[in-house]
């Protein structure tokens, strides 16, 4: 149903965009606001990787740099029969991360250093787990996809208003202009936020599975929700429409699971892992009663295929 869902919902995006080709150009419109989306999604194919990546000032880590981190993600790639990705590190005290890549053998895991430090170590690997599971899925490629296309019709909407006006050609006009500018690029974020939720969810359930605990993951995400509507992420806030790739919210803004949400509400995904789990009542706490000092501290007991 989630895949099902998301088609309609591409689908509706790439109408949209034609349907704002035809109003400015008519038939011939269409034809050239489709032939705009794949070459803009050909690049992004390419190379969208390596411009989030350097957007956030990611760089990477090895076994030799990171050992703790670059083993906990090639055990979860091991248990997702996934290649290994490449695994970045973001200097940055917001915890949260994302994955990125046009595909599994071409993808890579970034996470920031605040979520290494605030996390105990099954909680990150929940989180990793989940971005793997992303990876998994394609989703990776699919809201790169859904991102430019909604980039296009802002840009293909505002481009309409030099042809409203003009009585020599079939555009909109001035009324149908103003309204297309709003109205275009308002249902463009609409469908790309409906199709970033429905990720959302699926991400959750497969990443609980690859690491085998529901709640590590629930866990984590009560804290990195927390976390995140305190300590600023200053490159997203310069590019909020990057926003839907993390796996909380990055902005400051609080998030809420309606029309103009990039993601489900924090509380929405907990107790859908809580039922995965068989569990009821809140998020459970840290082992170690609520304390941080990071995933590899001594007082953190791992369970499960980490020893």
């Keep these: 149903m989630n895949y099902f869902r998301t088609a309609i919902l591409l689908a509706g995006l790439t109408g949209l965009f034609m349907g704002v080709g035809y109003l400015i150009g008519g038939a011939n419109g269409a034809?050239?606001?489709?032939?705009?989306?794949?070459?803009?999604?050909?690049?992004?194919?390419?190379?969208?990787?390596?411009?989030v990546l350097s957007m956030y000032g990611a760089h990477e880590v090895d076994a030799g740099t990171a050992p703790d981190l670059h083993r906990l993600v090639a055990e979860l790639a091991g248990r997702a029969g996934l290649p290994m990705p490449r695994v970045f590190l973001m200097d940055n005290p917001q915890p949260n991360a994302f994955a990125t890549g046009r595909n599994p053998?071409?993808?890579?895991?970034?996470?920031?250093?605040?979520?290494?430090?605030?996390l105990r170590r099954e909680e990150l690997a929940g989180v990793i787990a989940h971005e793997l599971a992303h990876v998994k899925h394609h989703d990776t490629l699919l809201m790169t996809i859904t991102a430019t296309i909604a980039g296009a019709i802002s840009m293909l909407a505002q481009f309409g208003m030099f042809f409203g006006g003009n009585r020599n050609n079939n555009g909109p006009g001035i009324i149908g202009s103003l309204?297309?500018?709003?109205?275009a690029p308002l249902g463009a974020m609409l469908v790309q936020m409906a199709i970033s939720r429905t990720r959302e969810y699926a991400a959750d359930e497969t990443g609980a599975r690859i690491c085998g605990q529901p709640m590590w993951l629930a866990?984590?995400?009560?804290?990195?929700?927390?976390?995140?509507?305190?300590?600023?992420?200053?490159?997203?806030?310069?590019?909020?429409?990057?926003?839907?790739?993390f796996i909380i919210n990055p902005l400051s803004g609080r998030g809420m699971d309606n029309?103009?949400?990039?993601?489900?509400?924090?509380?929405?995904?907990?107790?859908?892992?809580?039922?995965?789990?068989?569990?009821?009542?809140?998020a459970p706490a840290a082992p170690d009663g609520g304390r941080s000092g990071g995933p590899w501290g001594g007082q953190s007991r791992p369970r499960g295929p980490w020893g």
């Design 31 to 51: 034809i050239i606001a489709l032939a705009v989306a794949a070459a803009t999604n050909i690049f992004a194919y390419w190379n969208s990787d390596r411009m």
């Design 105 to 118: 053998e071409n993808a890579a895991v970034a996470v920031t250093t605040g979520l290494v430090q605030s």
């Design 179 to 183: 309204a297309m500018m709003i109205l």
């Design 219 to 245: 866990s984590a995400l009560a804290k990195i929700d927390n976390a995140a509507h305190q300590v600023p992420n200053m490159a997203a806030e310069r590019a909020p429409a990057t926003a839907h790739m």
């Design 259 to 282: 029309l103009f949400a990039t993601h489900p509400s924090t509380e929405n995904r907990i107790a859908a892992l809580q039922r995965l789990a068989g569990s009821s009542g809140p």
